[in-house]
T-cell receptor, first 114, second 112 residues
Framework: QQQVKQSPQSLIVQKGGISIINCAYE??????FPWYQQFPGKGPALLIA?????SEKKEGRFTISFNKSAKQFSLHIMDSQPGDSATYFC?????????????FGKGTKLSVIP | NAGVTQTPKFQVLKTGQSMTLQCAQD?????MYWYRQDPGMGLRLIYY???????DKGEVPNGYNVSRLNKREFSLRLESAAPSQTSVYFC???????????FGPGTRLTVT
């Protein structure tokens, strides 16, 4: 089973607030959990990633929290800015037979209002 | 999207027509991928090529074929387009074993 469930589908946050996006997975064979950011009309781009043996990773205003026992991970965007308005995808990597694949969540459309 | 180019950017097809979407990279990465993106469905893997000379099916391969022409190029072919294939198609590349994939700008395909 390679499903990654993401919520919420959309999120509206005021400027300066905290945006939180959650993901859950079932397959314990996943070995990396990246987050991608996509602006309208563009392809997704890697934002931040975490390994399952780490509980938290922070890069600037973006933090991933990882709960291995619950099979959940989340993206926190601190001091959210209008420029953060985009669609965010969580993903999980699986490897096998000499190849690596990402399974993506369905995405969260974030709107940061002034 | 530097390093990954996709052609065409837009295409309108009639049901039953065929076409090939082209993807080329200049980053010398081993792995290449084709995804489709539909509203509310996220990114779904159609086919991938772990390295030159190999291709494998992803989650939604039906109705598509691929060719890894060389290390730089990976094409996606629709033999007989159907309205259900209306989507935005993304090509992505990655270094071997990396979790980071670099996406192209996408091709918006409409099948009427």
């Amino acid at each position: 089973q390679q499903q990654v469930k993401q919520s919420p589908q959309s999120l509206i946050v005021q400027k300066g607030g905290i945006s939180i996006i959650n993901c859950a997975y079932e397959n314990t064979a996943f070995d990396y959990f990246p987050w991608y950011q996509q602006f309208p009309g563009k392809g997704p781009a890697l934002l931040i990633a975490i390994r399952p043996d780490v509980s938290e990773k922070k890069e600037g205003r973006f933090t991933i929290s990882f709960n291995k026992s619950a099979k959940q991970f989340s993206l926190h965007i601190m001091d959210s800015q209008p420029g953060d308005s985009a669609t965010y995808f969580c993903a999980a990597r699986i490897s096998g037979a000499g190849s690596y694949q990402l399974t993506f969540g369905k995405g969260t459309k974030l709107s940061v209002i002034p | 999207n530097a390093g990954v180019t996709q052609t065409p950017k837009f295409q309108v097809l009639k049901t039953g027509q065929s076409m090939t979407l082209q993807c080329a990279q200049d980053m010398n990465h081993n792995s290449m991928y084709w995804y489709r993106q539909d509203p509310g469905m996220g990114l779904r893997l159609i086919y991938y090529s772990a390295s030159e000379g190999t291709t494998d099916k992803g989650e939604v391969p039906n109705g598509y074929n691929v060719s890894r022409l060389n290390k730089r190029e990976f094409s996606l072919r629709l033999e007989s387009a159907a309205p259900s294939q209306t989507s935005v198609y993304f090509c992505a590349i990655s270094p071997w074993s990396s979790y980071e994939q670099y996406f192209g700008p996408g091709t918006r395909l409409t099948v009427t």
